[in-house]
């Protein structure tokens, strides 16, 4: 009676009756595995193998937490497994599953399914994906010399559809070769696998951008204006450290030059000269300012020293026949679908835009 009077079943003596913990602790957990599952993925995009296994075991422990996997959250969590997996692809000690017989890239596998089966449309970078840890699976036992247990791999990898007949075939010509480095296994390799699937974490964080703890703490940095900040405390330390060390190599230089600057009779022990290593600390000192001194400048337009890989026709026309396809402005899906040689769709734009002059002009 006392709630009725209240004026609402949520309502006790005039105040909210404050949620069960149970039920906000579910929430805070979702939020954080969205955001575990966010810094895993960009950790493996940018290849960064120290800071992924740090986002790894986070990322477990709160999947182990899980229940039960949520329906929206199952395509994140086969994700992360998936990587994680990925990530141990050429260690054949590491195991995911009871049956040792499993090795890290077969689990990785069954979670692509699972993946699969999670997709509204399978696309070609589906097909590609999935061939290449098909042929990794083989290529890592034969290059560990476990020849028998790749051929028994590839009796579970493969059933008896037509589709699969042809890989089949060539993988089981592979396994009696012996041979871990002919053109089939070199041509799809452990390297393209992480890099096609690196682009597939690309589109996915893209159609995933909501991320509440990101956006919340994007704002909290905006507001207090903590990213400039950050920024300029860190110019200013790398300032100011890479000054100390030209002057403390500059005055070690001078000690060094007045002892060769003096007559034999002044001093008793032999003349030493200044070692050719300082030189080389002082000029990388020196270079190090100078880059300093130009990113200040010039921001993030500084070259970076990297060496340009030219453009080839065949680039230039799978650029093209990407943006017939998917439109101008959907660099990443035009990179996943297209067969570039170490590009990203940053330089997907930047070529489109060269190629826009070359035509007007």
């Known amino acids: 009676m006392a709630a009725a009077a209240g004026g609402s079943p949520g309502e006790a003596g005039g105040g909210l009756v404050p949620p069960p913990p149970a039920a906000v602790e579910a929430v805070a957990a979702e939020w954080m595995l969205e955001f575990a599952c966010y810094c895993l993925c960009r950790r493996f995009r940018e290849g960064r193998a120290a800071e992924f296994r740090r986002w790894r075991d986070v990322a477990q422990a709160l999947i182990n937490g899980l229940s039960k996997i949520p329906t929206h959250q199952k395509k994140r969590v086969y994700l992360c497994q998936l990587l994680i997996r990925t990530a141990e692809g050429k260690n054949l000690e590491c195991h995911f599953e009871n049956d040792q017989r499993i090795s890290p890239l077969e689990s990785a596998l069954s979670f692509w399914t699972l993946l699969e089966r999670e997709e509204i449309k399978l696309e070609k970078i589906h097909e590609d994906i999935r061939r290449l840890i098909q042929i990794q699976i083989v290529a890592v036992h034969m290059e560990n010399g476990y020849f028998k247990e790749a051929a028994e791999v590839l009796e579970r990898l493969f059933t008896d559809s037509e589709s699969d007949k042809p890989l089949r075939v060539k993988l089981a010509t592979v396994i009696k070769s012996k041979d871990p480095y002919?053109?089939?296994?070199?041509?799809?390799?452990?390297?393209?696998?992480?890099?096609?699937?690196?682009?597939y974490v690309e589109l996915y964080m893209k159609e995933n951008e909501t991320n509440f703890l990101i956006q919340a703490a994007t704002k909290q940095v905006e507001s207090k204006g903590l990213g400039a900040t950050a920024l300029q405390n860190k110019t200013v330390n790398v300032n100011e450290n890479d000054k100390r060390n030209l002057e403390t190599e500059k005055r070690s230089m001078k000690g060094q030059q007045s002892i060769t600057s003096q007559s034999p009779g002044d001093i008793k022990n032999p003349t030493v000269r200044p070692h050719s290593g300082r030189k080389r600390r002082v000029n990388r000192v020196l270079q190090s300012l100078n880059s300093l001194q130009n990113v200040e400048k010039h921001g993030d337009a500084l070259a970076c020293g990297r060496r340009r890989?030219?453009?080839?026709?065949?680039e230039d026309l799978e650029l093209k026949s990407g943006i017939r396809e998917f439109g101008v402005g959907n660099w990443a899906k035009i990179l996943v679908h297209g067969d570039f040689n170490n590009r990203t769709s940053v330089m997907l734009k930047d070529r489109w835009r060269t190629l826009c002059r070359i035509k007007q002009d």
Do not use: A, E, G, H
């Open 309 to 314: 890989q030219r453009w080839t026709c065949k």
């Open 182 to 199: 002919v053109p089939l296994l070199q041509s799809f390799s452990y390297n393209l696998l992480i890099s096609k699937i690196q682009s």
